[in-house]
T-cell receptor
Framework: DQQVKQNSPSLSVQEGRISILNCDYT??????FLWYKKYPAEGPTFLISISSIKDKNEDGRFTVFLNKSAKHLSLHIVPSQPGDSAVYFCAASATSGTYKYIFGTGTRLKVLA | GAGVSQSPSNKVTEKGKDVELRCDPISGHTALYWYRQRLGQGLEFLIYFQGNSAPDKSGLPSDRFSAERTGESVSTLTIQRTQQEDSAVYLC????????????FGSGTRLTVV
């Protein structure tokens, strides 16, 4: 049972435009969410987080939106840059537990110059 | 060290052999996690250590998999009698234990069972 789903395995966006990566979850106990970015042959790196007490968190070009009623979050990157080309994972945790994060299957973003 | 260090970076082994993967977490990080990523799939949780508490082994796929951690330092993941389906990138991560910081991952060990 995939509790965290990223239904788009890949996405291509023109440089300078907005990239929107989506993530859905099924467990209503999840209350903390992270986005990670992964380049080939490297470990994932933390990008941005959001707590369930918020519906938006912004950090520079990256904004994460959370819709708790829909159990949906999205990562917006604007403007997109070629260096943003990577695999993006969303992850969710019920922080009252062990901080064990459940990861989605990832979305490969390609930003075209 | 400054980051999470994993060794070896690559390992090719014959089916049926045992392998041991090592992880050096960031100093001071009380929590340590093992994940794996098989080809075309997401990150799959394997095991979690937090301080001196009993580890959360709920993600280990079979009894061929085991992991140990010495205090709040090095961890080893052992796979006995490796099978081809064990081929994956095994990722170790550590954290301060707070959800707000997420994890810091190592670069992983790419295991290939032939």
């Amino acid at each position: 049972d995939q509790q965290v789903k990223q239904n788009s395995p890949s996405l291509s966006v023109q440089e300078g435009r907005i990239s929107i990566l989506n993530c859905d979850y099924t467990n209503s106990m999840f209350d903390y969410f992270l986005w990670y970015k992964k380049y080939p042959a490297e470990g994932p790196t933390f990008l941005i987080s959001i707590s369930s007490i918020k519906d938006k968190n912004e950090d520079g070009r990256f904004t994460v939106f959370l819709n708790k009623s829909a159990k949906h979050l999205s990562l917006h990157i604007v403007p997109s840059q070629p260096g943003d080309s990577a695999v993006y994972f969303c992850a969710a945790s019920a922080t009252s537990g062990t901080y064990k994060y459940i990861f989605g299957t990832g979305t490969r973003l390609k930003v075209l110059a | 060290g400054a980051g999470v260090s994993q060794s070896p970076s690559n390992k090719v082994t014959e089916k049926g052999k045992d392998v041991e993967l090592r992880c050096d977490p960031i100093s001071g990080h009380t929590a340590l996690y093992w994940y794996r990523q098989r080809l075309g799939q997401g990150l799959e949780f394997l095991i979690y250590f937090q301080g001196n508490s009993a580890p959360d082994k709920s993600g280990l796929p079979s009894d061929r998999f085991s992991a140990e951690r010495t205090g709040e330092s090095v961890s080893t993941l052992t796979i006995q009698r490796t099978q081809q389906e064990d081929s994956a990138v095994y990722l170790c991560a550590s954290s301060l234990g707070g959800g707000g910081y997420g994890y810091t991952f190592g670069s992983g060990t790419r295991l290939t069972v032939v």
